[in-house]
């Protein structure tokens, strides 16, 4: 099963590289992006029920991860959240799980745990189907 998924990532190529490897290797299927919290917290807002996947950065254009964060909290029990920076520090995953992230992985040497996280979820979605 596909997970269709959102992504807040400010970095154009790390999204675009991110985008290809999630869809090649895990069956990934991207709804959209956004480079700010409040371009992020708009859409999903209004496309609440409409992803299964957000992967979402810490530091933003404008405004931070932490408020996407803050801003699903409400979201669906079927609907997950992960966190990719490079500020993966014991502290910030630990701020990070308070504020209902699922995981948190570092972009610099966690991309295969991403992978490997994507893939397990859409088995889990699919078997639950």
């Not at 992504?7 to 299927?29: C, H, K, M, P, W």
């Not at 299964?52 to 609907?79: H, P, Y």
């Not at 959240?81 to 992985?105: E, K, P």
Request: glycine content about 10%.
């Amino acid at each position: 099963m596909e997970l269709r998924t959102y992504i807040v990532e400010d970095n154009a190529t790390i999204r675009e590289n991110l985008i290809g490897t999630l869809e090649e290797l895990a069956s990934v299927q991207p709804l959209g992006w956004a480079e700010s919290e409040g371009d992020a917290r708009l859409w999903l807002a209004t496309h609440a029920a409409d992803w299964d996947l957000a992967i979402v950065d810490l530091f933003l254009k404008q405004g931070s991860g932490l408020g996407v964060l803050e801003a699903m909290q409400q979201r669906g029990t079927d609907q997950r959240v992960v966190v990719l920076s490079n500020y993966a520090t014991d502290d910030m995953r630990q701020r990070c799980a308070r504020l209902g992230a699922d995981a948190v992985f570092d972009k610099s040497n966690e991309i295969d745990a991403l992978v490997d996280y994507c893939l397990a979820l859409g088995a889990g979605a699919a078997g639950g189907a």
